[in-house]
């Protein structure tokens, strides 16, 4: 078992639009390769507090990153902090404002856009900033920082998905056909990806509804969906909470850490 853990974070994907829209991905499952979970989001439904979650595993209403406009670092330890400091290499293809949170705020492109420091949280990143930033690109930019430094934690967050909902809606052909774009994309990575053992999430913060946005209750806001791949899982039918996927990832890494984590979803 390889205990590299990869997080693919795929904005503003919707539950129901990722079971009817990524073909590949669903292939995975019909072929038991991957298993698919679905997660509610925690409150408020909106990006910048749920990457704080996912990574911390702390609420946003608990680690005050409670709304997009809340430009500092976190306050509290994420699998990133843990690996770095644990000896372990971390990597982020991501949106600036997981830069903002884990390594420097506020993002200064010049500076950040490309980053290499062993002493920072995200050792080695590519960062963006604009929210049509091309999901190939970020896929490239991933792929790059994964075959150049080997990262024991790669985060791979993409955009385009989110930027159609909030251009279109849920319900619109430009959103379902951007969730099919990333379906796509993935499956030009996720075969060397799975061949070489990685233990891979893919997920995404929070949902989509038709008033083009997202941040309160409504199902389709909350609801997103989870598919584990690797035999660091269990595949069992268990309930996973969005809180827990950070203990997931800190248990995959090896990481010595106090976060919570379904137990019974690993292997
Ligand atoms: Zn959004």
Same mark, same amino acid.
């Given at each position: ?32 390769? /991957?298993?698919? @979970?679905?997660?509610? +989001? $925690? =409150?408020?439904?909106? !990006? ?39 000896g372990?290499?971390?990597? /982020?293809?991501? @949106?600036?404002?997981? +830069? $903002? =949170?884990?390594n420097? !705020? ?26 049509h ?26 955009m ?5 909902g ?33 233990q ?40 996973i ?12 890494l ?6 919570a ?7």
């Amino acid at each position: 078992m390889n205990d590299k853990v990869i997080l693919v974070v795929l904005d503003g994907l919707n539950l129901k639009v990722a079971q009817d829209c990524l073909g590949y991905l669903n292939g995975l499952v019909e072929y038991k390769k /991957a298993t698919q @979970y679905s997660l509610y +989001s $925690e =409150l408020p439904s909106l !990006s910048r507090p749920l990457y704080e979650c996912i990574l911390t595993g702390v609420t946003p209403v608990e680690s005050g990153i409670v709304h997009n406009n809340v430009t500092r670092r976190s306050l509290f330890e994420s699998v990133f902090s843990l690996a770095q400091a644990q000896g372990k290499t971390t990597a /982020a293809a991501a @949106y600036h404002w997981v +830069s $903002e =949170l884990y390594n420097r !705020s506020p993002y200064d492109a010049i500076r950040d856009r490309h980053t290499h420091n062993e002493s920072l949280q995200i050792q080695h990143g590519v960062f963006y900033h604009w929210d049509h930033y091309p999901d190939q690109a970020l896929m490239l930019d991933a792929e790059y920082l994964r075959q150049e430094f080997d990262p024991d934690f790669l985060l791979v967050h993409s955009m385009n998905i989110d930027d159609a909902g909030h251009k279109f809606g849920l319900d619109s052909p430009e959103y379902r056909n951007s969730a099919r774009h990333a379906d796509i994309l993935l499956s030009d990575f996720l075969p060397t990806w799975i061949e070489e053992g990685y233990q891979i999430l893919i997920t995404s913060d929070h949902g989509m509804n038709n008033d083009k946005s997202h941040g309160g209750t409504l199902v389709e806001e909350r609801e997103v969906p989870l598919y584990l791949i690797g035999d660091g899982f269990s595949h069992l039918d268990v309930a996973i909470k969005q809180t827990e996927l950070c203990g997931l990832m800190c248990e995959l890494l090896g990481l010595q850490h106090q976060k919570a984590f379904a137990e019974d979803a690993l292997a």
